[in-house]
């Protein structure tokens, strides 16, 4: 890789920006970002001059100089930094916007890196992935809600009832609770809080990851109010489903 173009990856990951917010701040597309760090293609003199800019450093070290082999360089102390005792917690954020790029990169450490990531006073040490959700589909939780979360191992570690990302290759990343059956591992049920959503199955093959929920973020003013008969009404739908849930997962 050319010097300009590993300074340019250096210096994004340095302010913790994905390929597509740093290309917002220059004004190009992120498919041309990615073509200049992967050395596809040659950055133009008006991006380099902006990059100058940006992070005040010579257009004849971006061309010249390796500035990611600095001594002390920002890298090496953000990797000693989650190595160390004040890291012990990383939570990764998954937004709506990166969601089809999170079933294809999930399990790629480089996508992974680009995503930010942030901590929560009330989380313990440990790994953790947050996810924006769409849609009202587990209401009274509103659309644009953060749901942070722990990756579950498998079907054994699935708590019955439970709200839980699920990420699967037909459905994409969802919000659901997990019933699961007493008579088969192979497949569960998911269940929105939201009665006019029915219940569906999912077969446990089909399922790339589950992250059990530990907390929940919303600005303030999201809160869905809801009237005294749609409460009722909620009620009513959601007795027909555990009755209907209860029979499946006798079979």
């Given at each position: ?8 990856k ?45 992070f ?9 100089r ?23 917690q ?8 990166a969601?089809?790029?999170y079933?294809?990169g ?5 996508f992974?890196?680009?995503?930010n990531?942030?901590?929560?006073p009330m ?11 769409a ?30 990302i ?24 998911l269940?929105s ?11 446990m ?12 973020i ?13 409460l ?20």
């Open positions: 890789m050319s010097t300009v173009c590993r300074n340019l250096y210096l994004r990951k340095q302010k913790g920006w994905t390929q597509q917010e740093f290309a917002d701040r220059l004004n190009i597309k992120r498919s041309l970002l990615g073509a200049y760090e992967e050395e596809r293609a040659e950055p133009r003199t008006e991006v380099l001059e902006q990059v100058s800019d940006m005040r450093v010579s257009i004849d070290d971006l061309l010249r390796d500035l990611s082999s600095q001594k002390e360089s920002f890298l090496e102390r953000r990797r000693q930094q989650k190595l160390g005792s004040n890291a012990r990383n939570v990764v954020f998954v937004p709506v916007k969601a089809a790029g079933l294809a999930f399990n790629d450490e480089e992974i890196e680009e995503l990531t942030f901590t929560l989380l313990g040490a440990g790994s953790y992935r947050a996810f924006e959700i849609g009202d589909s587990m209401l009274p939780t509103p659309s644009g809600s953060v749901v942070v979360c722990h990756k579950v191992d498998g079907w054994e570690d699935i708590r019955n009832n439970e709200a839980y699920v990420v699967t290759n037909r459905e994409g990343i969802v919000y659901k609770r997990v019933v699961k059956s007493n008579r088969s591992k192979t497949k569960v049920t269940v809080d939201n009665p006019q959503y029915d219940p569906y199955a999912v077969n093959d089909e399922v790339l990851e589950i992250w059990q929920a530990d907390a929940v919303q600005k303030m003013g999201q809160q869905h109010r809801m009237s005294v008969n749609h009722a009404g909620m009620v009513n739908q959601l007795q027909e489903q555990v009755s209907m849930l209860k029979k499946q997962m006798k079979n």
